[in-house]
């Protein structure tokens, strides 16, 4: 790999760790109640490209929306270098493009949070909704950021997600939507705060309760059987015959599933503290990342296209994800056949 392509993936990981605190940032200003800080006007705040005397509310929403412009132009300047760096119908070109699309489109999102008034206090269920859209389209973001900036670190041309076993499909569709629920979660933590487990279980059950207490009881139940499978998936990874890259690839979400896991009971035994959310919300990103990683890794190793040529074959069709086994099972089962 040259040098200009070695220095474009490094700048497709930075872009990519950028994105964290942007959103990070964005939790705070909801957690802070400062949605509203500018009042019902995009882009400009209050009718103000830069506002002279700012509240505190006004402050945090002002550099939430200048972080937001500055991975504006990082995600421009990655795609312009992708399609000066890289060839036609290259991956890297078309990853980098999908970045600034979805980029865009939660610039659009995050506008109309402000224009309908979905911040602050508001309780309604549209917000609900359009904060899971909103949540979706960053995860998508991310994921890919994330194959942009893998694909130019390992040289590779394309992503074989085309080739991707429906039980790795499903850990993609398992971690967002545990995601949604867990953004969903935190918004009733928010707006209807609990002074002890005790009064949040009873504000859960109350039937005069708002839907978004009522998806709280839901949210823990959601994430473990979520976390459960992710654990059981990535242990296959790690059991496979693969690539070091895969292997580490499993571990990764292996272990990160289990951290994930283990903050959302502190989150819950501490009544979700702003500390404790912003924690929690890195963890879940930095977690989809790590499974994007994972799925990209295993669709692409040598394993996953001969996994899928025996089961075409009425092959070994354990655990139908496309894994070889290790040689040494593989060579029991032989064993087993010629004995028989």
Same mark, same amino acid.
């Given at each position: +790999? ?40 995009? %882009? ?120 991707? %076993?429906?039980?790795f499909a499903v850990a993609l569709a398992v971690t967002v939507f545990v995601s949604i629920t867990g953004a969903v979660t935190a918004l009733g933590d928010t707006l209807f705060p609990a ?31 979520g976390a459960i499978y992710l654990i059981f998936l990535s242990w296959r990874v790690l059991r496979c ?36 959310? +912003? ?37 070994? +069709? ?23």
């Amino acid at each position: +790999m040259n040098t200009g392509r070695k220095w474009f993936a490094r700048f497709a990981w930075f872009a990519l760790a950028f994105n964290l605190p942007v959103i990070l940032w964005g939790a705070y200003v909801r957690i802070s109640f400062s949605g509203d800080g500018c009042g019902a006007h995009w %882009p400009f705040c209050n009718g103000q490209m830069l506002p002279r005397q700012m509240a505190a509310p006004m402050a945090i929403e002002f550099v939430h929306r200048m972080m937001t412009s500055v991975d504006t132009l990082i995600v421009i300047a990655l795609c312009i270098w992708a399609f000066r760096a890289f060839p036609r119908r290259h991956g890297v070109r078309l990853y980098a493009t999908l970045s600034l699309i979805f980029l865009f489109i939660e610039a659009l999102l995050g506008a109309g949070l402000v224009l309908f008034r979905y911040v602050a206090h508001d309780q309604s269920a549209g917000r609900a909704i359009y904060l899971s859209a909103h949540l979706t389209n960053t995860m998508l973001l991310l994921g890919a950021l994330t194959v942009t900036a893998l694909l130019a670190t390992r040289n590779r041309e394309h992503a074989s997600f085309g080739s991707m %076993p429906g039980s790795f499909a499903v850990a993609l569709a398992v971690t967002v939507f545990v995601s949604i629920t867990g953004a969903v979660t935190a918004l009733g933590d928010t707006l209807f705060p609990a002074s002890s487990i005790a009064a949040g279980i009873s504000q859960d059950w109350s039937s005069e309760s708002s839907m978004l207490l009522r998806l709280r009881v839901v949210h823990p139940a959601i994430a473990v059987a979520g976390a459960i499978y992710l654990i059981f998936l990535s242990w296959r990874v790690l059991r496979c015959t693969g690539t070091e890259e895969t292997k580490a690839a499993g571990r990764r979400v292996f272990s990160l599933t289990i951290l994930q896991v283990a903050a959302g009971a502190v989150n819950l035994g501490l009544l979700a503290p702003l500390s404790m959310q +912003m924690i929690h919300l890195l963890i879940a990103d930095v977690l989809w990342i790590a499974v994007v990683l994972m799925v990209t890794e295993i669709t692409a190793s040598e394993s996953i296209r001969h996994g899928a040529e025996a089961a075409a074959g009425g092959g070994d +069709m354990e655990l139908a994800i496309g894994l070889e086994r290790r040689p040494t099972e593989r060579g029991s089962s032989a064993r087993h056949s010629s004995a028989s």
